[in-house]
T-cell receptor, first 109, second 114 residues
Framework: DAKTTQPPSMDCAEGRAANLPCNHS???????VYWYRQIHSQGPQYIIH???NNETNEMASLIITEDRKSSTLIRPHATLRDTAVYYC??????????FGTGTLLAVQP | DTEVTQTPKHLVMGMTNKKSLKCEQH?????MYWYKQKAKKPPELMFV???????INESVPSRFSPECPNSSLLNLHLHALQPEDSALYLC?????????????FGSGTQLSVL
């Protein structure tokens, strides 16, 4: 599995978009990029994943660069309940997800 | 039903005890996972089951013994644990053990070994 690098922490004002970057420069052609988040004292929650194209669902948008070496998770209109650790994962051939250290997003009122 | 249910939510055990953690899902998923998470650290994969057979064991010590008695149920049997095994134990499931699948996680069992 490719190693991912994320900033350890970020702040975001409530109501603004949260843009969370992730570097995965060693990702191989068949590896997906997954995003999960973990709110304090809960299990991780799936957000979104993608291979090459940008993806959007009801929770967020995922922007993957053309060379696939980095991606950005965009959570529009962040609320206080979005405060969590956000994990970016580059997955291997099976669904063996290896979590990195993640980004602690603090949404400020 | 899109839930993965883990019981108990909290468990305190001594080093000589035998206990079991239970995980249940009714989404028809055929892949189930155990993760271990120490405080302020990311989850670490322990075991993966696919169609009730052990598919991945991440070199976990034998004092942790997984069991998948049917497609809906996953157990983790604990015996002779050490205090450093205290952690949050997370169960997850996915439709199949392939890429492009999302994992559904339970809320975990917070284990304390005295």
């Amino acid at each position: 599995d490719a190693k991912t690098t994320q900033p350890p922490s970020m702040d975001c004002a409530e109501g603004r978009a949260a843009n969370l970057p992730c570097n995965h420069s060693t990702i191989s052609g068949n590896e997906y990029v997954y995003w999960y988040r973990q709110i304090h004292s809960q299990g991780p929650q799936y957000i979104i994943h993608g291979l090459k194209n940008n993806e959007t669902n009801e929770m967020a948008s995922l922007i993957i660069t053309e060379d696939r070496k980095s991606s950005t998770l965009i959570r529009p209109h962040a609320t206080l309940r979005d405060t969590a650790v956000y994990y970016c994962i580059a997955g291997g051939a099976t669904n063996k997800l290896i979590f990195g250290t993640g980004t602690l997003l603090a949404v400020q009122p | 039903d899109t839930e993965v249910t883990q019981t108990p939510k909290h468990l305190v055990m001594g080093m000589t005890n035998k206990k079991s953690l239970k995980c249940e899902q009714h989404m028809g998923h055929r892949a189930m996972y155990w993760y271990k998470q120490k405080a302020k650290k990311p989850p670490e994969l322990m075991f993966v089951y696919s169609y009730e057979k052990l598919s991945i064991n991440e070199s976990v010590p034998s004092r942790f013994s997984p069991e998948c008695p049917n497609s809906s149920l996953l157990n983790l049997h604990l015996h002779a644990l050490q205090p450093e095994d205290s952690a949050l134990y997370l169960c997850a499931s996915s439709h199949r053990l392939v890429e492009n699948e999302k994992l559904f996680f339970g809320s975990g069992t917070q284990l304390s070994v005295l």
